[in-house]
């Protein structure tokens, strides 16, 4: 007996939902508009009028629903066409009807998806000026072939659009957009012209910048207290101050790609200032682009959250006349400004030391807590055991049912007493089941037999003395990997008040190992961690299973969160 192909169960379904169309048929019309469109007749007016009239000549068509989008056709994020397909999938039309395939998609892989869920839903689609039956072979792969062209006609268009904007750029025209600050556009022109009114902002921006050297959150609050707003009329920030202290516009230039034309409009800065202003961007390092930084610079980037508004720490630095300062500062603050959080900055360096010495400490001086937690949480996991064994039993008799339901309609079909139609639709929900069962088993088969254990205290003493020499000796990098792998988070819980919270994994064969030395990562699989309740506030850690060779320390999989510090005492820098 052949197996059922998927196209052959797509033929059928669409020939019976021809064949079982009402007296009455639904129609809903999709009308699409796009930006390229401008001169050509697919209006949204032309074509609901087109369509009406094709809908009048059929015999029992009605209109039951209208859709339209003003959009581009190389997506399917339009609403109204999401309404249309949720409307098909709700029964509320029999046909779905455009004035060209290209109305309904541009791209041929969008089409053939969109023509599968219209399929599905068992609604038959059309094309008022393309005749083709998608119920056929043939008429699907005329549909196709029109798709294809549809995808290709707009692919030229976006070159033709490229080509024009490389034109016009190498004339020093404006390629359109949205006008920079201190400019207008002389739309008959198509070139920049100064704005008198904005022009003086932008020279006040630069000498501020380069002669009184104030940074870009203080001139974007200089400019937000005098009430001055950017050109869609929002506020000022320092990542807006920064992009326009980088941009060349200023200059008199225009660039699109690699194309680069001067003297095409009226400069409002002088090339020396503009050049005195790249070097203190690039000695402060404010551009992204040309930042020095490492980001193992910052050991705990990741692992810290702002306590006032939940968003992540970021490393940040300040470059003062004889020194560099680093800190951990709020995304939203640095985003923006410290009217949005006003949360202190942390001094980096303070926060690094305090963390990695109190890592070391609790390696080398809290072993007790250590066996404390980690027999609180063997504890935890013999509770659970019961339930997750009772789970275990109902997913291994749901599975026997599987496949015994498997076989059953394979034998029906084998009979000839099972359409392969429902065949194909039940073996595709029956294995997506049996497929989701088998996952669940073996997460619980892993949970069970996943217990945790106590390293030894001689696997302890080896670990305090590669973390303390990795922390004496190693290099940013090295020291980032082992606050990685020995790191859960830490918590600010107080104006000058942190809480580091380390991990303690299993010693048993490794599945997934961090090596500290190289920073190195084999994941073929996570798994999750087991945490028990918290006896004290405070911290934990990671101990390896086994000593690595030539020194490296390996953080295992299967990791049992610890706390038993008092909270580490800083001084935190506004």
């Known amino acids: ?59 029992n068509w009605v209109v039951a629903l209208r859709f339209a989008d003003d959009a581009s056709g190389a997506t399917t994020e339009r609403k109204d066409l999401q309404r249309a397909l949720s409307a098909a999938r709700n029964g509320l039309i029999d046909v779905l009807l455009v004035y060209r395939v290209d109305r309904l998609s541009r791209s041929l892989r969008d089409t053939v998806h969109l023509l599968e869920e219209l399929d599905q839903a068992g609604v038959v689609f059309r094309s008022a000026t393309e005749p083709f039956d998608t119920a ?70 630069f000498n501020t910048y380069v002669r009184d050297r104030l940074g870009t959150k203080s001139i974007a609050n200089v400019l937000n207290n005098r009430g001055l707003r950017t050109t869609v009329g929002g506020p000022w920030s320092g990542h807006k101050i920064l992009r326009m202290l980088d941009n060349r516009i200023y200059l008199g230039e225009l660039t699109f790609r690699e194309i680069t034309v001067t003297g095409t409009h009226e400069p409002i800065i002088d090339e020396d200032t503009f050049d005195a202003a790249q070097t203190i961007l690039t000695e402060r390092s404010e551009e992204t682009s040309r930042r020095a930084s490492n980001p193992s610079d910052y050991y705990l980037t990741g692992r810290m959250r702002c306590p006032q508004c939940g968003k992540a720490l970021l490393g940040t630095r300040a470059t003062g006349r004889t020194h560099t300062y680093r800190y951990y500062t709020c995304f939203t603050r640095n985003r923006y400004n410290r009217d949005q959080c006003d949360a202190p900055r942390l001094d980096a360096d303070a926060v690094d030391t305090a963390v990695l010495t109190a890592l070391a400490s609790f390696y080398r001086d809290h072993q007790q807590l250590i066996a404390d937690a980690v027999a609180s949480a063997q504890l935890c996991h013999r509770n659970a055991r019961s339930d997750r064994t009772d789970e275990l039993t109902a997913i ?3 599975l026997t049912q599987t496949g015994q ?56 003493r080896t670990v305090v003395k590669h973390i303390e020499t990795i922390i004496e000796t190693g290099d940013d990098l090295r020291r980032k990997a082992l606050v990685e792998a020995l790191v859960a988070e830490v918590k600010i819980v107080g104006p000058d008040r942190l809480v580091p919270i380390f991990k303690v994994p299993r010693p048993d064969t490794p599945k997934d190992t961090t090596n500290i030395e190289t920073g190195h990562t084999d994941r073929p699989k996570p798994t999750r961690p087991t945490t028990p309740p918290a006896p004290h506030r405070g911290a934990a850690a990671v101990l390896p299973a086994t000593t690595p060779p030539k020194g490296a320390v390996r953080a295992m999989p299967t990791l049992v969160e610890l706390r038993g510090f008092e909270p580490l005492t800083l001084t935190l820098p506004v």
């Open 1 to 59: 007996m052949p197996r059922p192909t998927a196209r052959r169960t797509t033929a059928k379904r669409t020939q019976q939902a021809v064949a079982a169309l009402p007296d009455t048929v639904r129609v809903g019309i999709y009308l699409r508009r796009s930006s390229d469109d401008e001169n050509q007749p697919y209006t949204i007016e032309a074509q609901d009028e087109r369509l009406r009239s094709y809908i009048d000549s059929q015999p």
């Open 405 to 460: 339901a498997i076989d059953r309609y394979l034998g029906a079909f084998e009979r000839g007493t099972l359409d392969e139609e429902i065949l194909a639709t039940r073996l595709e929900s029956l294995r997506t089941k049996q497929k989701q069962l088998r996952h669940r088993q073996a997460e619980l088969t892993e949970e069970i037999d996943d217990e945790p254990v106590m390293p030894a205290r001689s696997t302890l």
């Open 396 to 398: 291994e008799t749901e």
């Open 136 to 205: 056929t072979p043939i008429g699907r792969m005329l549909l196709q072939m029109l798709a294809m062209f549809a995808q290709f006609e707009r692919d030229m268009i976006i070159d033709r659009v490229i080509a024009g904007m490389e034109r016009k750029a190498a004339k020093g025209l404006w390629k359109g957009g949205r006008r920079p600050f201190g400019y207008q556009v002389d739309t008959t022109a198509k070139k920049l012209i100064l704005d008198e009114t904005e022009a003086p902002i932008i020279r006040m921006i």
